[in-house]
């Protein structure tokens, strides 16, 4: 009984370290991915429901990127080819969150 608790714990911490990988990875590639769709700070903030500060914060290094934001933003970038594509090479939508996620 122990053993399966541990193994459910593990996991917990896997998902955690994914989350925080991703969502890094996101952070530090924000701007870029923003500016393949042709958006502004004040664009993408209304598509995802924030302020353009919080923008300007994640894309700046002041502030982290929440899973909530996260998951807005995967869902905006999957949507066009260019930037869906990006997102695998980038390690933001890997295997692994897709697993966790099973959105494709």
């Known amino acids: 009984m122990v ?7 593990d996991l917990g911490n896997n998902n955690d370290l994914l989350r925080e990988k991703v969502t890094k990875n ?4 924000l701007a870029m991915l923003r500016t393949k769709l042709d ?4 664009q993408l903030a209304n598509l995802i429901g924030v302020s353009r500060h919080t923008i300007m914060q994640v894309e700046n290094k002041k502030a982290k990127l929440s899973w909530s934001n996260f998951l807005s933003l995967l869902l905006i970038f999957t949507k066009n080819s260019e930037t869906d ?3 695998n090479i980038l390690e933001i939508y890997t295997d ?9």
């Open 3 to 9: 053993f399966v608790i541990r193994e459910v714990y």
């Open 26 to 29: 996101m952070a530090e590639n």
């Open 39 to 42: 958006l502004t700070q004040e």
């Open 85 to 87: 594509r990006l997102l």
């Open 96 to 104: 692994e969150l897709n697993n966790e996620l099973k959105l494709r």
